[in-house]
């Protein structure tokens, strides 16, 4: 944990400041939403594969192997910054790198998460590792978007390489002992086979839904930000990380203080449905929100839905999966609602630079009210339950 710690602050500050370069690179919506695409895409290319990757091999030597890469990647960029000469396409390219380096590193991390807790803390390790996440998600945004408003872009990148030399240390210093080899099939067998068992689960697939909604329409507004915070706050790097840095403190009150009150409703549908709701009224305020105190309430207060929403999720498809296809059924349901991520961050830009980025905004928003409320009308929709207590378990890229 104090090699994640100091790791996605470092990952956040990176988030935050290569925003910020494309955005003063080409004021164009359409650019943001495009790295978002390249970023988010290998996690639906190398869906599949990852889990049966993590399986196969040790899982401590793919956490170093990708943190080593992850930190060439944050170096290149930073000398390209530093020399004057990054282009777009540099940023295109190691975008999608990155995203690769990231699909493998998760997939591991979490497992590896699991093997070093031990079978009987594994929901303490992963509720911990997300508030070491949202902890970072508050404070990385804000100091990247100090950094660059001060002495430039090129050092929030220097301080995610060297974020990494501490997480490597960290993790050369586990000695986790590896799980045995078991044989599994292939990782498009897996992915079939979740498919076929998704096919079969009414309540499940309506869960997958209303999470696809909220990382469709609402993780896609993020995209925004940093055209949000220029053109319609007049602001700078330091508006953007406090735009990022509210939505980071509402995602960790909400986890934090929310979700075990949230968990207490029998209804599963009209629980996640009533968050994807709460996230897309606010979401519609901040369309119309002109100063940074209202947009960052606005921020803070839709990230209190959106935060359980997919935490629910995870939780309930493990849940409802029995324990021989819980893992198939999760990388089936990550593809399904952030295979699609991509895609929505091209079109929410792209419609971003043809109706205003308010304007988007306040669409998505509206799309996230709406559907909700007319699938809960639905009267079979509605009748579907689930008893049992819904545990914690969320990854870490949910964001």
Request: glycine residues 8%; charged residues 10%.
């Amino acid at each position: 944990m104090t090699g994640q710690l100091v790791n996605l602050l470092g990952d956040w500050m990176q988030q935050t400041a290569q925003a910020w370069v494309v955005w003063e690179m080409t004021h164009r919506a359409t650019a943001l939403g495009i790295v978002g695409f390249l970023s988010q895409i290998p996690f639906f290319i190398f869906g599949p594969w990852v889990g049966v990757f993590a399986d196969r091999f040790n899982k401590r030597t793919i956490l170093l192997v990708t943190q080593i890469l992850a930190a060439i990647l944050a170096v290149i960029l930073a000398l390209l910054i530093q020399t004057h000469q990054l282009q777009l396409w540099h940023i295109y390219v190691l975008a999608f790198l990155l995203g690769t380096v990231t699909a493998f590193n998760v997939t591991a991390e979490q497992a590896f998460i699991g093997d070093i807790a031990g079978a009987g803390n594994i929901h303490q390790a992963i509720t911990l590792n997300n508030t070491v996440n949202q902890l970072t998600r508050l404070t990385g945004p804000a100091l990247a978007g100090w950094l660059i408003a001060s002495i430039g872009t090129a050092p929030a990148f220097w301080f995610n390489a060297a974020s990494v030399v501490v997480s490597v240390i960290c993790i050369l210093m586990i000695r986790s002992k590896r799980a045995p080899a078991t044989k599994t099939a292939g990782g498009l067998q897996q992915f079939k086979e979740g498919l076929t068992f998704l096919k079969s689960q009414q309540l499940l697939r309506l869960i997958i839904l209303f999470a696809l909604i909220q990382t469709f329409f609402g993780m896609s507004i993020v995209q925004l930000l940093p055209a949000f915070a220029s053109i319609t706050l007049n602001g700078d790097a330091r508006t953007l990380g406090s735009l990022m840095g509210a939505a980071g403190a509402g995602a960790l009150i909400g986890l934090v203080f929310v979700l075990p009150f949230v968990q207490q409703i029998k209804k599963a549908c009209m629980a996640i449905a009533g968050a994807v709701i709460w996230a897309g009224l606010w979401y519609i305020l901040f369309s119309f929100s002109r100063s940074l105190p209202l947009a960052m309430l606005c921020q803070f207060m839709a990230s209190l839905g959106a935060a359980n929403v997919i935490t629910m999720s995870l939780g309930l498809a493990q849940e409802l999966t029995p324990i021989a296809m819980r893992a198939r059924i999760l990388s089936t349901l990550m593809m399904i609602i952030f295979g699609l991520q991509p895609a929505a961050s091209y079109l929410v830009s792209r419609g971003a630079d043809k109706i205003g980025i308010s304007d988007m905004m306040m669409v998505n928003g509206t799309v996230m009210v709406i559907v909700p409320v007319l699938l809960l009308a639905l009267p079979q929709l509605r009748k579907l339950n689930v008893k049992a207590k819904v545990p914690l378990a969320v990854s870490r890229w949910w964001h």
